[in-house]
């Protein structure tokens, strides 16, 4: 089965600090992903990416930046953390190429909270 | 952009039937998901189904797809306190590896 391993399950971190997420997959997946969670807004999608060294934005990419220097691990970057980014954060992974390359394997997720 | 709505909650008596709705607006979706995600654990892929069909069915999960209303449902037979968990339909937008989560509803069963 595929794991995806995120490094912490609770965080608990000061205005202005620089925060480090780490996220590691071991399927060999093209596809990563980091999400964050909200009550009443579902997952919105913060960055991806499809291969090493490569990223796109996702949906709310402010205040967010990420890594992906080998092809399992993906690490989201808070460069100043703030209040507003008290949330879970969901990693995820998927294999790119077949009809099904959406289908995603998850993390359990960090809670993150931002004093 | 895609666009996935559901409503928030759903409160059903164990041993009923549930049924969890999501409408969404991309119309050019391969696969249309369904994720359960349990108190305190990520998300777990549940049941998915291709867009060329409009029923599948898996042991208690049946899921309906009307493509022309743009309408997914998920319903659980029987349902048992250990569904109780939030409930997500994902939609890819055409042409990409993404997904679009709905907000989720969150399933409560009691006895």
């Known amino acids: 089965d595929v794991k995806v391993t995120q490094s912490s399950r609770y965080l608990v971190k000061r205005t202005g600090e620089k925060v480090f997420l780490e996220c590691v997959q071991d399927?060999?997946?093209?596809?990563m992903f980091w999400y964050r969670q909200d009550p009443g807004l579902g997952l919105r999608l913060i960055y991806f990416?499809?291969?090493?060294?490569?990223?796109e934005k996702g949906d709310i990419p402010e205040g967010y930046s990420v890594s992906r220097e080998k092809k399992e691990r993906f690490s989201l970057i808070l460069e100043s953390a703030s209040t507003n980014q008290t949330s879970m954060y969901l990693c995820?992974?998927?294999?790119?190429?077949?009809?099904?390359?959406?289908?995603?394997?998850f993390g359990s997720g960090t809670q993150l909270s931002v004093l | 952009g895609e666009d996935v709505e559901q409503s928030l909650f759903l409160s059903v008596r164990e041993g009923d039937s549930s049924v969890i709705n999501c409408t969404y607006t991309?119309?050019?979706?391969?696969?249309l998901y369904w994720y359960k995600q349990e108190p305190g654990a990520g998300l777990q892929l549940l049941t998915y189904?291709?867009?060329?069909?409009d029923m599948k069915q898996d042991q208690r999960l049946t899921v309906l797809l009307n493509k022309k209303d743009k309408h997914l449902s998920l319903r659980i037979a029987d349902t048992q306190t250990g569904d109780s968990a939030i409930y997500f339909c994902a939609v890819p937008p055409y042409n990409t590896d993404k997904l679009i989560f709905g907000t989720g509803t969150r399933l409560q069963v009691f006895p």
């Open positions: 189904i291709f867009s060329n069909m």
């Open positions: 399927m060999d997946h093209e596809n």
């Open positions: 995820a992974s998927s294999p790119r190429g077949s009809g099904t390359n959406e289908k995603l394997f």
């Open positions: 991309d119309s050019s979706s391969t696969y």
């Open positions: 990416s499809y291969d090493v060294k490569m990223k």
